[in-house]
């Protein structure tokens, strides 16, 4: 089970941390990753950390969002900066039983419920 946290109302330009706590079993050999998903559009990655320890983004957040994760705790963060209005969307926690990190939603075992991002003018 994955379960999100940190959502909310932000204004933009500003920053938000988003985290994600797996729980029922071990996600240390699992790719962690974040989507995320607005009304009407395919759900769209935007960040992964590989059980190696790499890390990918998508073109619309490299350089203002930043992905982490701690497999002691089995979470993985999404430290997100700079904030526009089209970041806002539901936030989705993933994990995948590889060390790729894939960018195709359908390619993962495990999902989060999402957390709500709103990025206000």
């Known amino acids: 089970q994955l379960v999100e946290s940190g959502g909310g109302l932000v204004q933009a330009g500003g920053s938000r941390r988003l985290s994600c706590a797996g729980s029922?079993?071990?996600?240390?050999?699992?790719?962690m990753s974040w989507f995320r998903q607005v009304p009407g559009k395919v759900r769209e990655f935007v960040a992964g950390?590989?059980?190696?320890?790499?890390?990918s983004y998508g073109s619309s957040v490299k350089g203002r969002f930043t992905a982490s994760r701690d497999n002691a705790k089995d979470t993985i963060n999404l430290q997100m900066t700079n904030l526009k209005s089209g970041d806002t969307a539901v936030y989705y926690c993933?994990?995948?039983?590889?060390?790729?990190?894939?960018?195709?939603?359908?390619?993962?075992?495990?999902w989060g419920q999402g957390t709500q991002v709103t990025v206000s003018h």
């Open positions: 993933a994990a995948v039983y590889s060390d790729v990190i894939y960018t195709v939603a359908s390619s993962y075992d495990f």
């Open positions: 950390v590989s059980r190696g320890g790499m890390s």
């Open positions: 029922g079993r071990s996600f240390s050999d699992y790719t």
